[in-house]
């Protein structure tokens, strides 16, 4: 059977759910930073999945790490031991300083399990009455799509309809150290937010605010927790978004490079004590810690620092954001980033950015819009000068065009 585009298109729209409005293109085949369709046009990935390829698609060093461990291995449950899960811990503590690690799977169970850990905490450890644990959090959001994460988000189309939701979480705005104080009570076991907001458009927070929040947490015995799923792994030029102000999180999510985009592999990692207040039987994931997981990721963290990928997002990101900002453009409001995280906002006259990703994808790039008037640019970290230079005269071309 022989698909033509528009079949993979319409087929998709006639079984699956329309949870998504992606581009219509149909994309077979990647390497390093560029994706081929079905009929062989290529493209620069200036998405990486949502920063889950950092590392390039179809890393050779990772794929033989999975085809390796698939060929002896992949899934014993945690009622057994696996000889990749203790490598695992003690590589990923070494590199991010942790001292504590509970593998899961996606970003959301990341952050499920760290809010069900963090209120376990407050009541054993801190004292909090029982169910009365709250947890703030930042408008604007996004940590994933489960029950309990829709439930604080404060975007309307990632709530409406899927309530009652749970209770416990206090929502303050991003940025705002001052809300943040006065939202905290002898009740607040946790504050959960993102170092940059990547979904809300790239937002990045006024300078010494992920400072105050570890302060405020410091002061008031309460967790930080940082969700680095999108921004950690080398993403912004740094292993972690929290060393750009030199702070440490007691709890830090990350998922998405993880696995270098082969697997959904996620962490909780702990600074503090705080993951051991589990016990057996009081949490778990089938397919959480396995070894086909663990050997992957070993490979995805490998790779992500011996080949130098996160001194090259921070290089290569000052380059494509000086070249952005240098665009002499009447539609660009403002291009804002940290090393490969960057968004190029849209005036809201230009129309949305929709149409702009639209207009790069015919010129061989691949970006999506994010929120209506937001162009994100996250490409993997692997890319080269010369491929930035490329994408800009892209760029260039559909941004400085006249107005549509
Ligand atoms: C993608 C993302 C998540 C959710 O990860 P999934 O693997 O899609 O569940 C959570 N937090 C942030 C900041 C993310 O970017």
Not at 12 to 27: F, I, R
Not at 357 to 370: H, Q
Request: charged share 20%; aromatic share 6%.
């Amino acid at each position: 059977m022989s698909f033509d585009p528009q079949d993979y298109i319409s087929i998709e729209h006639e079984l699956g759910a329309h949870n998504y409005k992606p581009l219509d293109v149909v994309l077979s085949r990647g390497e390093g930073v560029w994706l081929w369709d079905t009929d062989g046009n290529k493209y620069l990935d200036c998405l990486a999945a949502y920063s889950a390829v950092n590392q390039g698609h179809c890393h050779p060093k990772i794929r033989d790490a999975m085809i390796a461990q698939s060929q002896k291995l992949t899934l014993t449950s945690r009622a057994f031991r696996n000889d990749q899960l203790a490598p695992f811990y003690e590589e990923l503590c070494a590199l991010t300083n942790s001292h504590k690690v509970l593998p899961m799977n996606s970003g959301a169970e990341a952050v499920e399990s760290a809010v069900k850990v963090v209120r376990k905490w407050g009541y054993e450890v801190k004292g909090v009455a029982e169910n009365r644990a709250e947890i703030i959090v930042c408008s604007e959001n996004f940590h994933g799509r489960t029950l309990a994460i829709v439930g604080f988000s404060t975007d309307p189309s990632a709530r409406r309809g899927f309530g009652p939701f749970a209770p416990g979480f206090k929502v303050v705005p991003f940025g705002d150290a001052d809300a943040m104080r006065a939202a905290i009570t002898d009740n607040t076991v946790a504050v959960l937010i993102e170092p940059i907001q990547g979904e809300a458009g790239v937002v990045i927070p006024p300078d010494g605010y992920l400072r105050a929040v570890r302060e405020l947490c410091s002061d008031n015995n309460v967790v930080f927790i940082l969700d680095e799923i999108q921004t950690g792994l080398g993403r912004t030029g740094k292993l972690l978004a929290e060393e750009h102000e030199s702070v440490e999180a007691d709890l830090t999510l990350i998922g998405k490079a993880l696995s270098g985009g082969f697997y959904p592999v996620s962490a909780v990692l702990s600074n503090s004590e705080v993951l051991g207040v589990l016990q057996p039987g009081e949490h778990g994931s089938t397919f959480g810690g396995n070894p086909l997981a663990c050997a992957i990721a070993r490979a995805a963290l490998k790779v992500l620092v011996e080949e130098g990928m996160i001194e090259n997002a921070e290089k290569m990101g000052a380059r494509f954001q000086s070249a952005l900002k240098g665009l002499r453009s009447n539609i660009v409001k403002e291009v804002r980033g940290r090393g490969l995280m960057i968004a190029v906002e849209l005036q809201a006259e230009a129309g949305g950015a929709r149409h702009y990703c639209e207009a790069l994808k015919d010129r061989g790039i691949l970006c999506k819009e994010t929120h209506i008037d937001t162009i994100r640019i996250a490409p993997p970290l692997v890319i080269t000068q010369g491929e930035v230079d490329w994408a800009m005269e892209q760029f260039s071309a559909v941004l400085t065009q006249t107005r549509h």
